[in-house]
């Protein structure tokens, strides 16, 4: 029997999530709902034309186009193709467990947050030892990304003193949180859990810049 993986975990929680929400939630996606949002996560894995235009400006209209088609589909179904996973021919199949788990975790985390106003304070679900030690990596990986053109240099740091990653340039900022917290951080998301360290000043530019895709 093939063991489970953390991504496949994920994607499972986050399929049970959907459910008990409805199609209709907010996400912390801005302007998509949960519709949306599990539109997108089966157009990245089963369309993979699309793929260009999740990064490139000059596709994205294409990417829409194609989301939108797939929103449309009956909600049961479109979950259905969700839990499924990656398709034989897609080479997510093959790169699930690393190419994904992020993924899962940070839109799990955009339908369990969604409707939060985004400066308030949040208490994170309980993470296995395992997934928070997972998430260390793409914590660091899109950091390295998500943060060069910050208004600070700015450390991640877990609660009990690793830096995983500094990036960007002027005075430092230290952001300190769990990794998976660290993460939603990268990616841009907000509210997330994590204590600043920095001028008021600064850490206030921080939170205003514009991070992740």
Known sequence: MVPVTLAQDERAALVTTLRSVG???PTMCEGWTTRDLTAHLVVRERRLDTGPGIMIKRFAG??????????????????????DGPPVYSPFKLVDRWA??????VHHE???????????????RPLSADLEKALIGPASSMARMTLKGSPARITLRTPDGRD???AGDGD???????????????FGRSPVDVVYEGSDALIASVKDAKRGF
């Open 23 to 25: 199609p209709d939630a």
């Open 62 to 83: 294409h990417t829409e186009r194609v989301r939108a088609d797939a929103a449309a589909e009956n909600w049961d179904d479109l979950l259905g193709k969700l839990a």
């Open 100 to 105: 994904n788990l992020a993924e899962m975790f």
């Open 110 to 124: 955009d339908v369990l947050r969604g409707g939060a106003r985004k400066d308030a304070a949040w208490t994170p």
């Open 164 to 166: 995983l990653v500094t």
């Open 172 to 186: 430092q900022v230290v952001v300190t949180g769990a990794p998976g917290e660290l993460v939603l951080f990268a």
